[in-house]
């Protein structure tokens, strides 16, 4: 993975390899692709409400989604991932 600068690099990779093993477990048990896509997408939602109701500024929240979204061309992501 390359160098990020959001959070450190082990803990994103924890992070990762979670979501690849509930992705495998996905299609393992025939979950539709775009449900867990929506689930996905509802869960970051529910996350950013969740840090807005903890206090965290809504200009600081797109500051860190804009810096991850600018480094998202840098990380080196594995096989199956789409980008080899």
Known sequence: MGKVVTVSERDLLQVMYRVRDLRAWAVRVRIDPWAFRQGL????HLDTVA??????????????????????????????CGRR
Do not use: H
């Open 51 to 80: 840090a807005l109701e903890r206090g965290v500024r809504p200009e600081d929240l797109k500051s860190f989604d804009n810096l991850v979204e600018e480094n998202a061309a840098e990380i080196m992501l594995g096989e199956g």
């Open 41 to 44: 997408l509802l869960t970051l």
